[in-house]
């Protein structure tokens, strides 16, 4: 463990996932965060980088490389910054629970990247940077899988992305995964009952790109003739642009799917267009210190025999009909969805209490 | 055991480094990397006083490691190891093969595992550092590709370089990076990086427009105007010239005494 950090009160945010999370394997999968305070007291995330035992045998990680890489070279206000990196074998300086702890000898077994302290919805352990060569097939959680990677192949690009970002906004909308299939098959199965059958000009672009799995698929599993859900499925939720928005980056075609520049209404092509639109519909677009969080409902202690909580207090905006600002009962289960890092946690006690406040 | 086949025995790190890669198949990209690395390394103790517990081929190894990560061509370490015990040992007679799985094999692999921890330390985990490479297409675009483009009453040729996939098939049509010229220059990037100065001191495109200047000239290729108006042209006016001609006179002095 580098000398710059020194970890004085290791708490595994892991345990305070929501199990919606936690059925994602969120915590487990991509290593342990924990909240530490650096040499000039300053809070700092720890995340210690999951090193699989068939991967310590062959030094630091590719995985591990390309986390650290792509944040180092990324600065965005909404990404969050890589401060330093240490890696060591054991934890010689490194304890949870105020004990030295020696190295056991084997092999690499921790990498901890220090970052600046903020929420964090998604991590880039994961990720690697884009290039136009055969890439890992099954790559991404299975609900927020592109078609065109459920069918197997290893020649996809960014836009597999834009279609997890589209998911990711229908389960904003509500509350809940929209596609939350077992397998592969199960899978596309929901995809076809939400988007309907893929035409055969889709069905050609899949197979340009080579999915293997698609002839099979086609002549075992795929229904004919349905139609597309999306509309009905979605506009008692919200508004038609909205849903426009989403049929965007929900395409069975990856080139038919809306680029990141696109979504974001950068550029002057039809799809940016609609894009803006949905931009400029309100609620609008707000600085992220204006945005509004939820009380995650697990950091709740009882005081007193009552229920009390860090964090703040603010409430939910929805972008949808009739639902500006306004806290809907529905809204109330995104609860589960947030971190709330609570950065008083490690402030005193009493400083603690006076910034908590009840569990509605 | 079997006969003695005849094998390349490296004389130095830098043709260890160099058989090793090409026997792994490694790009010329992952190699000058790991130029790259070990000269950061090499610069990082001897400005401190720290203590270097690596010797040349252990660090030659973990260099090497690293950068197939770091460039996307990863290996195994297994890869590494077995080849290399046979390059360095391989010659005497009375050495016996490494295997796998054995103590000596566990050994060696904890031993660059460590080494890459000290080496990831040292460039403190910025493994993503430019390379001339990345600045030689449009520097040869701007030299060689001003000959495709035409102008000032001068027709040019085919847009070779924007063609189809098919198109290119057909007619076997190389990129511009894989014509004579770009490929003896990307060696001579590979060659540079080998040099403790060049690695250290001197920025990537400067290292480029230096190596794509010395291989038009031994190419037999002239450069018609002022030294100080081609270097301007080529790279933008983004190289100080007195780096530049540093940087060739290096390349130079390295090639005279090779």
Not at chain 2, 21 to 42: I, Q, W
Not at chain 2, 208 to 224: D, F, I, Q
Request: charged share 25%; aromatic share 8%; proline share 5%.
């Amino acid at each position: 463990m580098k000398d710059s950090t020194s970890l004085e009160k290791a708490v595994s945010l892991r345990n305070q996932c929501a199990d919606s999370w936690k059925s994602n394997q969120l915590g487990k999968a991509y290593g342990v965060v924990y909240r530490a305070r650096d040499r000039n007291s300053n809070i700092v995330a720890l995340k210690q980088i999951r090193i699989l035992p068939q991967e310590r045998q062959n030094g630091i990680p590719i995985t591990a490389i390309r986390e650290i890489a792509i944040l180092q070279s990324l600065r965005h206000i909404n990404i969050i910054n890589i401060l330093d990196v240490a890696v060591g074998q054991g934890s010689e300086n490194c304890s949870d629970d105020g004990s030295e702890r020696r190295s056991e000898g084997r092999g690499l077994d921790e990498v901890y990247m220090v970052m600046e302290y903020a929420e964090q919805v998604a991590d880039f352990g994961m990720a690697r940077e884009y290039s136009p060569r055969p890439l890992t097939p099954g790559v991404v959680t299975i609900w927020y899988r592109s078609p065109e990677l459920l069918l197997g192949t290893s020649h996809y690009n960014p836009s597999v992305d834009l279609w997890s970002a589209g998911l990711i906004l229908t389960e904003l909308l509500l509350c809940t995964p929209l596609l939350p299939g077992d397998t592969e098959i199960q899978q596309l199965a929901l995809i076809v009952k939400l988007l309907g059958t893929p035409s055969p000009d889709s069905i050609a672009a899949l197979s340009a790109i080579g999915c293997p799995d698609l002839s099979r698929w086609r002549r075992e599993q795929l229904p004919q003739g349905r139609v597309d859900n999306l509309e009905r499925r979605f506009l008692s939720e919200t508004t038609k642009e909205t849903v426009r928005f989403i049929g965007g980056l929900l395409k069975w075609d990856p080139d038919e799917r809306w680029t990141a520049a696109e979504a974001l209404a950068k550029g002057r092509n039809k799809n940016a267009g609609e894009a803006e639109r949905w931009w400029r519909e309100s609620p609008r677009e707000v600085d992220k210190d204006l945005l509004p969080t939820f009380p995650e409902i697990r950091n709740g202690e009882r005081i007193g025999g009552e229920m009390v909580h860090r964090g703040t207090d603010k409430i939910s905006t929805r972008k949808g009909k009739g639902n500006d600002g306004a806290r809907s009962a529905k809204g109330a289960s995104l609860e589960s969805y947030v971190f709330d890092f609570g950065t008083d946690q490690m402030e005193s006690q009493s400083q603690r209490v006076t910034k908590r406040h009840r569990i509605r | 055991m079997a006969a003695q086949v005849p094998i390349p025995e490296p004389s130095d790190t830098i043709s260890f480094m160099t058989i090793l890669a090409d026997v792994l198949r490694l790009p010329e990209e992952t190699l000058a990397m790991a130029f790259m690395y070990m000269n950061r390394y090499r610069k990082y103790y001897r400005t401190t006083e720290e203590i270097d517990f690596l010797d040349a081929h252990t660090l030659a190894l973990a260099s090497l490691s690293l950068s197939s990560k770091g460039t996307e061509s990863p290996r195994r370490l297994r890869e590494f190891l077995l080849p290399a015990y046979r390059l360095l040992h391989g010659s005497n007679p009375h050495a016996h093969p490494l295997t796998f799985p054995s103590e000596l094999y566990d050994s060696l692999r904890a031993t660059i595992v460590q080494a890459e921890l000290m080496l990831l330390r040292v460039l403190k985990f910025e493994l993503r550092i430019p390379l001339p490479f990345e600045f030689l297409p449009r520097y040869l675009d701007r030299t060689v590709g001003e000959l495709n483009v035409g102008g000032g009453g001068w027709l040019g040729t085919e847009d070779y370089d924007g063609m189809g996939k098919e198109q290119r098939d057909e007619y076997k049509v190389a990129r511009l990076m894989e014509t004579g010229i770009a490929r003896a220059c990307k060696a001579e990037i590979v060659t540079a990086l080998q040099s403790y100065q060049l690695a250290n001191y001197f920025p990537a495109r400067t290292i480029a427009a230096a190596c794509l200047y010395v291989t038009l000239r031994e190419k037999g290729l002239r450069v018609t105007q002022s030294v100080g108006s081609w270097l301007e042209e080529v790279t933008g006016g983004r190289v100080d010239a007195g780096d530049f001609h540093d940087v060739v006179a290096e390349l130079e002095q390295n090639k005279a005494g090779r």
